[in-house]
């Protein structure tokens, strides 16, 4: 949009931009045209735009030929874009995006996020979207070039801080470029800058406890100018010992250390147990026939290694919303590492019952014991890996504690969803719990 189509626009709407919700509308359109084109916006993306004011971005993103979700707090500026840019495939939402969530994209198959975003509210709206677990694929943002700076800082910098590792921890950020002030109108009192955010590949960094290492983080920057030594002493009381261990100046302070070392300090703090393979390769299972009667038992390897039918669990556990939670399975499973799967799952022992493993499961993998519903069975077969499956549920009402080594992350999800994730995205799950949702939800297709 030109400056004088602004003005136009302005006067017509009517609307005096209002600096508490960080209206400066951008005027230059080869600067919206180049940002657009950071993103690589193909049609077969799910596009969210935060703060789309007047649609500077949002015409050049629509020319891509995406969907998009133009998230706008201010009515005026809504139903603005929605007679201007009336189309299809665009869906104006008059709300506030910090109140928006993320967790509702795991249903579009390729999401991306863009935004010249309301400087006052910039973090608090980047920390939102960037919640993890995530399904969006790239973020393209403008933000204040304060800010800018911080999320793409590097190690012993005045602009590393907290909010640079808690950012790149899951994400790599690329400083793009700076703008200037006289891009928008009215004018803000500061520059900008446009970053291009990117998940990390989740093996890329070793495992680790997040909740710790994000709250070592926060109490070594509490007082910058502090060393280490001094503010962790309560969690590792022979310093010298461990920054020697470690390859970690003993007098540093938390600016110096990378986020790889950030981690080894948390991995020794509290080292993650790793499941021990050879246990698991020895472990017993019944083996069963046709009709889940049992034969004899075998080797976990064998089972798997000939085909032979078994016998399993899988617990879908909600929360009292209806939500239900799902588990994205430990990089350190010998099976369907990564994928997404069930609240809980695992394989009939030796010498249990359906109903004893689904409550050890429960028990080991979410350190919870609720009453669970015997809810449907499936029979053993190629696209359930040759398991006879029953499938439980039951309703949590306080915390989960999912188990670090055999889970990687998890998250509830509206059942809606997960509906739209396990169609758009089959890929990102293990097999049997596909088979799972199915047969539930031919169950219960009514709820939400
Ligand atoms: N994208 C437009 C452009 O580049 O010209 C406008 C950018 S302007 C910096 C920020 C926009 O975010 C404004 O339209 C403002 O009304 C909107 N906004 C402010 N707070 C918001 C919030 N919490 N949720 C959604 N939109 C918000």
Request: charged fraction near 25%; charge should be positive.
């Amino acid at each position: 949009m030109k400056l004088s189509d602004i003005r136009t626009a302005l006067r017509e709407i009517p609307l005096s931009p209002a600096k508490t919700l960080g209206q400066n509308f951008l005027h230059d359109q080869n600067l919206a045209r180049w940002i657009v084109d950071q993103a690589q916006i193909t049609p077969a993306d799910y596009v969210v735009e935060i703060g789309p004011g007047l649609g500077a971005l949002t015409r050049f993103i629509l020319e891509k030929g995406a969907r998009v979700l133009a998230i706008e707090k201010d009515a005026r500026l809504a139903n603005f874009l929605r007679a201007h840019f009336g189309h299809e495939r665009l869906e104006v939402l008059n709300n506030d995006a910090l109140k928006f969530d993320p967790r509702a994209l795991f249903a579009h198959r390729q999401v991306k996020l863009l935004g010249n975003l309301p400087y006052n509210i910039s973090s608090a709206l980047l920390l939102n979207f960037l919640e993890q677990p995530s399904s969006i694929s790239l973020w393209l943002l403008t933000l204040q070039k304060e800010v800018a700076m911080r999320l793409s800082a590097s190690p012993s910098t005045h602009d590393y801080g907290a909010l640079t590792l808690r950012v790149q921890l899951h994400h790599r950020v690329k400083y793009l470029r700076s703008v200037r002030a006289t891009v928008f109108f009215p004018q803000p009192d500061v520059d900008s800058a446009v970053v291009r955010i990117l998940p990390r590949d989740p093996l890329e960094l070793p495992a680790r406890d997040d909740e710790l290492l994000l709250k070592l983080i926060r109490t070594g920057f509490s007082q910058r100018r502090k060393q280490l030594r001094k503010l962790l002493r309560t969690r590792v009381s022979d310093w010298d010992r461990v920054a020697s261990h470690l390859d970690i100046n003993p007098k540093a302070r938390a600016e110096e250390l990378s986020l790889l070392q950030w981690i080894d300090l948390t991995n020794f703090i509290a080292p993650l147990p790793r499941p021990d393979t050879r246990l698991t390769k020895i472990e017993h299972f019944p083996i069963v026939d046709k009709n889940d009667r049992i034969l004899g038992y075998a080797s976990r390897s064998q089972v798997h290694g000939n085909n032979l039918l078994h016998r399993a669990v899988h617990i879908l556990i909600f929360d009292e919303a209806g939500d239900v939670y799902l588990q994205q399975r430990s990089r350190w499973k010998d099976r369907h590492p990564l994928k997404w799967d069930s609240s809980a799952a695992g394989h009939v022992a030796a010498s249990e019952s359906y109903d004893e493993t689904a409550r050890r499961e429960l028990k080991e993998e979410l350190g919870v014991s609720v009453p669970l519903q015997k809810f449907l069975k499936l029979p053993g077969a190629l696209r359930t890996d040759h398991e006879f499956i029953w499938l439980y549920r039951g309703v949590v009402s306080g915390e989960l504690v999912p188990d670090k080594c055999e889970i990687e992350t998890g998250t509830f999800l509206a059942p809606t969803v997960v509906d739209g994730w396990t169609s758009a995205r089959p890929e990102d799950f293990a097999p049997g719990f596909l088979e799972c949702w199915k047969a539930y939800r031919r169950k219960t297709p009514s709820r939400s």
